[in-house]
């Protein structure tokens, strides 16, 4: 990653948040790091990156390792699906988990958070675009979601994340943030939630995302280049 890059982006965002009158501070720039080696989040963090974003477990696993050093300065996100059986090891790597989408995985998630003796942030990721393919709770069950997370000692729900469908139109994402802020300040009102981040956007619809009220925006390819 070039440092270019990452000031690009961070232009990008500032002027997003200008136009919507919100601090830039306000909005956590992720560095979603999937497909990369090690050595392009270390460049990342020296540039000056201090989030890194992963969607699967294993590949995550070996980069946290190889950057150990650069912790806790650099913190790290699960962005993508969370399958059961990797609950364990997510639960001990991650600072935050973004897509949390099932009573049974929340369940895992607290053994697990417990037997690490630790404190686990969570998303709730929010299907609202019904797409078999695509993975979060639907709307309908993502209050009793958040209550039983709600009676979890370790587990602590501190916002929302949703990935719309992929077009190139990034106006076309727009309905799906805006209706993920709604479901955030319904469940902030009614104290199931413990924070208000919003996790959405990426690297074509992020400044959409930041004008609907991003708190966290996961930019991978704008900051790292096309996946091979
Ligand atoms: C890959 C990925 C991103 C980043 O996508 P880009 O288009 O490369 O910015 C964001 N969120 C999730 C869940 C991803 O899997």
């Given at each position: 990653?070039?440092a270019?890059?990452l000031?690009?982006?961070?232009e990008?965002?500032a002027?997003?948040?200008?136009?919507a009158?919100?601090?830039?501070?306000?909005?956590?720039?992720?560095?979603?790091?999937?497909?990369?080696?090690?050595?392009?989040?270390?460049?990342?963090?020296?540039?000056?990156l201090?989030?890194?974003?992963?969607?699967?477990?294993?590949?995550?696993?070996?980069?946290?390792?190889a950057?150990?050093?650069?912790?806790?300065?650099?913190?790290?996100?699960?962005?993508?699906?969370?399958?059961?059986?990797?609950?364990?090891?997510?639960?001990a790597?991650?600072?935050?988990?973004?897509?949390?989408?099932?009573?049974?995985?929340?369940?895992?998630?607290?053994?697990?958070?417990?037997?690490?003796?630790?404190?686990?942030?969570?998303?709730?990721?929010?299907?609202?675009?019904?797409?078999?393919?695509?993975?979060?709770?639907?709307?309908?069950?993502?209050?009793?979601?958040?209550?039983?997370?709600?009676?979890?000692?370790?587990?602590?729900?501190?916002?929302?994340?949703?990935?719309?469908?992929?077009?190139?139109?990034?106006?076309a994402?727009?309905?799906?943030f805006?209706?993920?802020?709604?479901?955030?300040?319904?469940a902030?009102?009614?104290?199931?939630?413990?924070?208000?981040?919003?996790?959405?956007g990426?690297?074509?619809?992020?400044?959409?995302?930041?004008?609907?009220?991003a708190t966290?925006?996961?930019?991978?390819?704008a900051?790292?280049?096309?996946r091979?």
């Open positions: 990653m070039s270019v890059a000031r690009a982006v961070r990008r965002l002027r997003a948040a200008e136009g009158g919100r601090r830039a501070d306000d909005i956590t720039l992720v560095g979603v790091s999937k497909t990369q080696p090690a050595e392009a989040v270390r460049q990342a963090y020296d540039a000056g201090r989030d890194a974003g992963e969607n699967k477990v294993q590949e995550a696993e070996g980069k946290i390792q950057l150990a050093d650069l912790r806790p300065g650099l913190r790290w996100h699960l962005v993508g699906h969370l399958q059961a059986n990797k609950a364990r090891r997510a639960a790597l991650f600072d935050l988990i973004h897509s949390l989408d099932s009573l049974a995985l929340a369940e895992r998630l607290e053994r697990a958070a417990a037997q690490h003796g630790r404190r686990l942030d969570v998303l709730v990721q929010v299907d609202l675009a019904g797409e078999e393919t695509k993975h979060g709770v639907p709307e309908q069950g993502l209050h009793a979601l958040l209550e039983f997370v709600r009676g979890l000692k370790s587990l602590r729900a501190v916002g929302l994340m949703v990935l719309p469908p992929l077009v190139d139109d990034p106006q994402s727009r309905p799906f805006r209706r993920l802020r709604g479901l955030r300040d319904t902030l009102r009614d104290g199931l939630l413990l924070g208000d981040q919003l996790s959405m990426m690297s074509h619809d992020f400044e959409v995302a930041i004008e609907e009220g966290l925006v996961r930019v991978g390819t900051l790292f280049g096309a091979g």
